[in-house]
């Protein structure tokens, strides 16, 4: 039987060797809020994946989680979290990074494909004011890569995004909930596309590429750490049996699991959008480059699909399968590494109809 969801990867299984690590995790007896052994083992782990022996690394279950308290760390309440106008902190996290933040401000930059446009980002820090008491201060930026429509920043775009924050003496957060779609898809090394290119933080996703819910929040300079693990405790996302996140992670690190999983994800988008491209009157805007597609399908394409059980989502969500047949609708649609070519073409053959 298939599986037709391609709603998110969230909405997929866990991989058995996350599995097995967090069952093996269960026997016996081990210290609470991170103090187990089993940490100390994936600490060592991250950093070597990062190539990055000093690295203050906490886990905390969700992305948001993680997200919120690391901008959190580098913000005071008078200043600006700088985000493009599509990025996950702005449109998905219910201001949760504002509350951590205690009130901090948002502030949208512009830029085709859900990334930054360095001119404007330079033009947003600038506008903020360093001095003037009654305008906001210069805060953090954060960059989503994977982006909310499925684009990369490459490298260089990256470098040219930390250059600009560093040189106004601001902060570098990566937002990498599909880290491991867009480290596979580019082909670099961990530590290339983070503080090799001038990233601060990053929030490393496990969520939604294989494991039930735990991401790692890694400070390339440990002395910053501290400060995370009180805004962990007070935000109350400090796990006591804190062993089982640190189970997923151990698995999900070792033998670059994580990568494995994120290339296969892409592979199974990748053949889903070459379905897509051979679809009469289907339109893909932005051209993916992991494992999230948005394209324009013909509604009559959707009402087949959904029809036989099909879960993706339209835009906006609310959008009726009733009307025309050939009138586009937008949609998103996600793979992970668990889907099978069988399920892909099944779905590609009913929008095809």
Not at 24 to 53: C, H, L, S, W
Not at 155 to 165: F, M, P, R, W
Not at 185 to 193: R, V
Not at 316 to 341: H, Q, Y
Request: proline share 4%; aromatic share 8%; net charge negative.
């Amino acid at each position: 039987m298939y599986s037709l969801n391609f709603a998110s990867d969230n909405a997929g299984p866990m991989h058995p060797k996350v599995l097995e690590a967090v069952i093996a995790a269960n026997d016996g007896y081990q210290m609470p809020y991170g103090n187990d052994t089993i940490m100390e083992d994936v600490r060592a782990k991250i950093r070597t994946t990062f190539e990055a022996p000093d690295a203050a690394v906490f886990l905390v279950a969700t992305g948001t989680a993680a997200n919120a308290l690391a901008l959190a760390t580098y913000t005071d309440p008078w200043d600006a979290i700088f985000a493009h106008r599509i990025s996950h902190v702005e449109e998905d996290e219910c201001g949760a990074p504002e509350f951590y933040a205690h009130g901090a401000k948002i502030v949208l930059v512009e830029g085709q494909g859900a990334k930054m446009d360095p001119d404007d980002l330079r033009a947003k820090i600038n506008k903020a004011e360093d001095k003037d008491v009654h305008s906001i201060q210069r805060g953090p930026v954060t960059v989503t890569q994977a982006t909310e429509v499925g684009t990369l920043y490459s490298l260089h775009e990256i470098k040219q995004i930390t250059s600009i924050a560093h040189e106004f003496g601001v902060k570098t957060h990566l937002d990498g909930a599909r880290f491991a779609n867009a480290c596979a898809a580019l082909g670099c090394s961990a530590a290339e596309m983070t503080w090799k290119a001038g990233i601060d933080v990053v929030s490393f996703g496990g969520t939604k590429n294989g494991c039930a819910g735990v991401e790692a929040v890694i400070f390339f300079d440990p002395t910053e750490g501290r400060q995370f693990e009180l805004r962990r405790k007070r935000g109350a996302h400090l796990f006591s049996k804190h062993r089982f996140l640190s189970a997923q992670m151990q698995a999900y690190v070792t033998n670059d699991l994580w990568l494995e999983l994120g290339a296969k994800a892409n592979a199974n988008c990748a053949r889903l959008v070459a379905g897509i491209d051979g679809i009469e009157g289907a339109t893909i805007p932005d051209r993916p480059q992991a494992n999230m597609v948005f394209a324009n399908l013909p509604r009559a394409a959707h009402r087949r699909a959904m029809g036989a059980g099909a879960k993706y989502y339209l835009f906006p969500f609310d959008a009726s399968l009733e009307g025309p047949d050939d009138e586009p609708i937008r949609c998103r649609m996600v793979c992970d590494w668990n889907k099978t070519a069988e399920e892909i073409d099944q779905l590609i053959s009913l929008l095809r109809g």
